[in-house]
Structures are given as structure tokens and as C-alpha cells.
């Protein structure tokens, strides 16, 4: 029985694998442009952030054995420290979930500029954005198992630039370009190497689930963690490689304004066609992963609104019980926020929305690493109990480290908004209290008219999206057919001459 058992199992190598793809994705498309703004320094910066993401992978690979029905972050700061902080964990978790979507928006956008030139205006650029936020949003309203299906393929092909990148960008690597830009920050070693974590850890987020199911491996207690560590340095040394070779590929201030590295780099080394083809598979996979992860935000939403979290709204959901009004909500966030980082390029937009969602990220990172002395109390061997402290204390340190370097004006508003939690959080408890009064569970249907103004919204963008850009670009101006006279010779009759309407295209 116990044979047959391990035969369905995995052994070390397939759940390594299976750890690094899981991370590996569309999180690092943007991210050599980022780093240009800080030089190849930057290097260290990703083996300081590989650490601390194997100390965070392996705290939460420990939480789950601790309690596998409990999880996420939630969860564990809820059972360690109590309602509010478990709370206040779900509310920003979520948050940064929100915010960390329009950076695929704005990396899978970014990626089609090379089509569309007209793009790179930062107004025609941000309604492309909103056009697809509302699209995936509407998709997901009527059927969520298709865009499953289709994120399923477009994270494959999000693998294909960065693996190859990684392994044949070294033919075209100069050494000259790359030290001529080793920090151009203006600081300090230790300063620029602090200014990378906060970007590199980007590529990171979602390492809390990279511990693969101790059910699904041989001999779990020993593979489990060999799996974790391993998959986590394989997705790092992809990301160190891809992003370093971009580096000595690409001359800096080229690599700083660039809105498609990955394809500027396939286009330097092997042509245009290569370029577009790295271009696509990237946007793909970036908007593919947008899909995916606007109803997961949405479902992720509903579950606290039927915990008595959140408000009702988000618990309504449509005929095939996907949450509609609160796709919307989410899908209206993410607008503002659009909106709110607009800005010349789209590695600086990007900058701006990946250092507010690994803000936001951290703070739970923080309280799950900590919780592991709380929960882990009685609960595991002295030895082993130790040992995961260590290692809880490595993550939150790494955390607030990369906290702490991280971009001062974003995380004072980000603690902020942190601290006003503890409104939100009474509004909570008072639902809650109703809810148990009046014997009513949380809940309804969504009224058709929210699917129906998703799908008003995308195609308003859409339309304004074309029609700005044409007005901005001029090679895109639309041509009006006008008549113009001209007076020519008759051939038969010398001296005469005829009248002729011309009709050309202005």
C-alpha cells in the first residue's frame, strides 16, 4: 500500500522544479530597467534578497507542517496575535495583491510598444492599462475556467525569454558596458546594494507559497525542504543571469528608458523578428497572469466578506458564482492607482507600483515570520523549534531591512494607511455583530448591469486609446479623400487644355 503510495509521489528533483516554476513568471520582465537606475551592483542586491527569500520560503514551508488547513499570512498572524493584526494582514495582503496587478498591466502594455508606438504617451499608455484591467475583469465575470486555462499557457510562454535570455544572452555580453555602469547611484556600496531589495524582492512575491504539498512528495521531512531551497536559488539564478546580461547587452541609459528589455536584448542579439517574438511571449504572459490573478483578488475578497471582513458587496456574486460587483470594485482600485502613477516611461510607472506592493507585501512577511515563535511553541522539537526561530529571525530581518531601505515618502503614506486599518477593523467587528443579530449570512446576487458596465468601460478605453493615438501620432493620423484640380495638356489637340479632379489621400 505504501509503495503504491510513493509511486504517485514526486521525488526531489520534479518538486525542485516544480518550487522554481511555480515562482518563475512575469514579475522580472520590467526589472533590468528598474536596476539600471542603480547600476550592476545590483547583483548583490539579488543574492541578499535569494537569502532572505529562502529564509521567508522555508518559514512558511514550517507554518504549513505546524497547521496545513490554516493557511496564508491571514491565518497565521490571526492564530498568533489576534483578530486585529490578523486583520489588519488580510486588508494590505490583499491590497498589494490589487496594486501588484497593474504592474502587470503596465509590463505586459509596455511590451506592445514596439507595435504601437503611439503607446509610449503616458495618457494613451494608461487608458491601454485600464482597457485591459476592465477586459480581464469582464472575462472573469463570464468565464473565469477559460481565463484559467489560458493563464495556464501564458506562464509558459512568459518562461521562454527568460531562460533564454539567461542562458544565450552571454554571447553578446560586454564587460566594458557593464562596469561602466557598476553604481551609478552616487552612494555607497552598502546604499545601492539596500536600494535593490525593494525591486528584487518584486520577483520574489509569492514565495510564501512556493513550499510545495508535503502529500505530493517521497519522503517529504527530508525533500521538502531540499525543494524549497532549491527551487528558490534555481528561480534566483535565472532572474541573476537574465538581468545581468541585459545589463552588459544594453548601454545603461538606453537599459534606463527601456519599456521592453527583454526584447530590446533579443533585438540587439538576433533581429528584429527575435525582438518581437520575446515581445510577445512576454506581454502574453504578463497580461495571461493579469487574468489569473484579477479573480483571485476578487474571490480572495469574497472569502473575507463572507468571514464578515469586508463588506457585503464583495460576497455578491452572479449566476456562475464568480463575484462580480467585487471584480469591479477591484477593477476600479486599480484604475485610481493607474491613474494616480502615471509618469513618463513605463519602467518608472512600474518602479512606482512595484515598490508600493512590496511595501504593502512586507508587513505580512514580517508578522508570519515572527508568528513561527508563537505557533511553533510545543508544537515542534526543541531542536527543531530553535532552528526555525533562526530562521524566522533571518526573514524578518531581511523584510525590515528591505522596509527600511525602500522609498521613504511610499512607505510613510503605506504605514499610514497601515495604522487607519483600526477603522476599517471596528467597521468589521460591528458588521459581524449585526450579522449574528439579525441571523443573516453575508452574501446575494449581483445585478447584471455590473457585467454590462465592465464591458461599457473596456470598450470606452478602447476606443479612446485609438482615437488619442491617433491624434498624437502622425504617422497614425487618419487620411481624408479631397479633390484637387489640375490643368494638363490634351494630347490630340495642341494648344488646348482640359480640366481633371483628382482625387488623393491627405
Known sequence: MNQDDNSNKI??????????GNMMGSGVFMLPANLAAIGGVAVFGWIVTCIGAIALALTFAKLSSIDPAAGGPYAYTRQAFGDYMGYQTNLIYWLANVIGNVGLAVVGIGYLISFFPALKNPFAFALAQICVIWLFAYANMIGPKLVGRIQSVTTTLALIPIIGTAILGWFWFDGKTYMDAWNVTGKSTVSAIGMTLNFTLWAFIGVESASVSAGVVKNPKKNVPIATIGGVILAAVCYILSSSVIMGMIPNHALANSSAPFADAARLAFGEIAGNGVAICAALGCLGSLAGWTLLVGQSAKAAADDGLFGNVFARTNSKGVPSAGLAIVAGIMTIQVLATMSPSASQQFGKIASIAVILTLLP????????????????SPKDYNKSCIIGLIAAVYSMAALVTSNGNQTRWSLIFVIATIVFFSGAVTRKHELEELHETPGGFSPRWVRYTSLAITILTLVGTFWYSVGIDKNMELKHRTNITTTTQAPDKVGSTTTQSVSIDN
Do not use: E
Open 11 to 20: 521525488g526531489v528533483v520534479a518538486a525542485t522544479l516544480m518550487v522554481a
Open 365 to 380: 512577511y514580517i508578522y508570519s515570520s515572527i508568528s513561527i515563535k508563537v505557533l511553533g511553541y510545543g508544537k515542534l
